[in-house]
T-cell receptor
Framework: KNQVEQSPQSLIILEGKNCTLQCNYTVSPFSNLRWYKQDTGRGPVSLTIMTFSENTKSNGRYTATLDADTKQSSLHITASQLSDSASYICVVSGNAGGTSYGKLTFGQGTILTVHP | DTGVSQDPRHKITKRGQNVTFRCDPISEHNRLYWYRQTLGQGPEFLTYFQNEAQLEKSRLLSDRFSAERPKGSFSTLEIQRTEQGDSAMYLC???????????FGEGSRLTVL
């Protein structure tokens, strides 16, 4: 069964500190891995999308890494800001083969709270 | 085009009533998805359209749920005879390719009393 597991479930840090969120997946075959940020009561917003051949990708203070061999990804946030408080969702796209639909498997998210 | 828009943003209804949500995707996107999200969980796939064709439906989509995309542009998600367990955020998303970036709307939050 395709699964995406995220850890920790929740995290509290002080403003200005760095943090790393983890994502382990068992989706196969693999097409790409995405990280989304979801503010409370809003829709998810894409941060990064990485294919099999990409090991790291940055978007401002967000840096995602991917190890396709161990099926692990991390999202590193540097110099955190209060506005980083949100749920961070890892999503893995599997190649559906003969169909045109790349099935997405969502993690349950990590809730990050940044305190002043 | 400013992105995926959903309407209404919030809906409170009594058990047994029907509700309908609308989604307007990004205009050049031919793929449209509906998801349901409950508190503290990631989105769960409900159904997927490519143009006007509904290509996949989750087992979560009971016979009380129906989705349409009649002209391959906007889509509607109708829930008949709502139950309290239907209370959730209903998210719509669109994409240009099957493995490309997914753009989400702000969601329609349903509360069934």
């Amino acid at each position: 069964k395709n699964q995406v597991e995220q850890s920790p479930q929740s995290l509290i840090i002080l403003e200005g500190k760095n943090c790393t969120l983890q994502c382990n997946y068992t989706v196969s075959p693999f097409s790409n891995l995405r990280w989304y940020k979801q503010d409370t009561g809003r829709g998810p917003v894409s941060l990064t999308i990485m294919t099999f051949s990409e090991n790291t990708k940055s978007n401002g203070r967000y840096t995602a890494t991917l190890d396709a061999d161990t099926k692990q990804s991390s999202l590193h946030i540097t110099a955190s800001q209060l506005s980083d408080s949100a749920s961070y969702i890892c999503v893995v796209s599997g190649n559906a083969g003969g169909t045109s639909y790349g099935k997405l498997t969502f993690g349950q998210g990590t809730i990050l709270t940044v305190h002043p | 085009d400013t992105g995926v828009s959903q309407d209404p943003r919030h809906k409170i209804t009594k058990r047994g009533q029907n509700v309908t949500f609308r989604c307007d995707p990004i205009s050049e996107h031919n793929r449209l998805y509906w998801y349901r999200q409950t508190l503290g969980q990631g989105p769960e796939f409900l159904t997927y359209f490519q143009n006007e064709a509904q290509l996949e439906k989750s087992r979560l989509l009971s016979d009380r749920f129906s989705a349409e995309r009649p002209k391959g542009s906007f889509s509607t998600l109708e829930i008949q005879r709502t139950e309290q367990g239907d209370s959730a955020m209903y998210l719509c998303a669109s994409s240009f390719t099957s493995t490309g970036e997914l753009f989400f709307g702000e969601g329609s939050r349903l509360t069934v009393l």
